[in-house]
Nanobody
Framework: QVQLVESGGGLVQAGGSLTLSCEAS????????MGWFRQAPGAVREFIAR????????DYAAYVKGRFTISRDSAKNTVSLQMNSLKPEDTGVYYCGAVLGLTGAGWTALYWGQGTQVTVSA
């Protein structure tokens, strides 16, 4: 079973940057589609970014495209999310997901990390 641990969250001012990291154990991340999701207060968890197993395909939610970048370091078995030009509406708990699948409601994951809080102040 894949276990995921996120890190890198924190408090940042609008316009700033953060890099989130997801470290995996129990499986090599380059065997799975990986993704990042976030859950704002009072909202449902939403898709942010996806990296295909091959490492070639990258998908982003429209509201982060051009600002966020997902990447993978196979040697360290980590997946990262570089977040630039952060906005207050980017505030939420960010979750790493492994083994993504596409449902009628959008992307979801089989395995989840515990999440890391990102707070963007105005």
């Amino acid at each position: 079973q894949v276990q995921l641990v996120e890190s890198g969250g924190g408090l940042v001012q609008a316009g700033g940057s953060l890099t989130l990291s997801c470290e995996a154990s129990g499986g090599a991340l380059d065997r799975y589609d990986m993704g990042w999701f976030r859950q704002a207060p009072g909202a449902v968890r939403e898709f942010i970014a996806r990296l295909s197993e091959s490492g070639i395909e990258k998908d982003y939610a429209a509201y982060v495209k051009g600002r966020f970048t997902i990447s993978r370091d196979s040697a360290k078995n980590t997946v990262s999310l570089q977040m630039n030009s952060l906005k207050p509406e980017d505030t939420g708990v960010y979750y790493c997901g492994a083994v993504l699948g596409l449902t009628g409601a959008g992307w979801t994951a089989l395995y989840w990390g515990q999440g890391t809080q990102v707070t963007v102040s105005a």
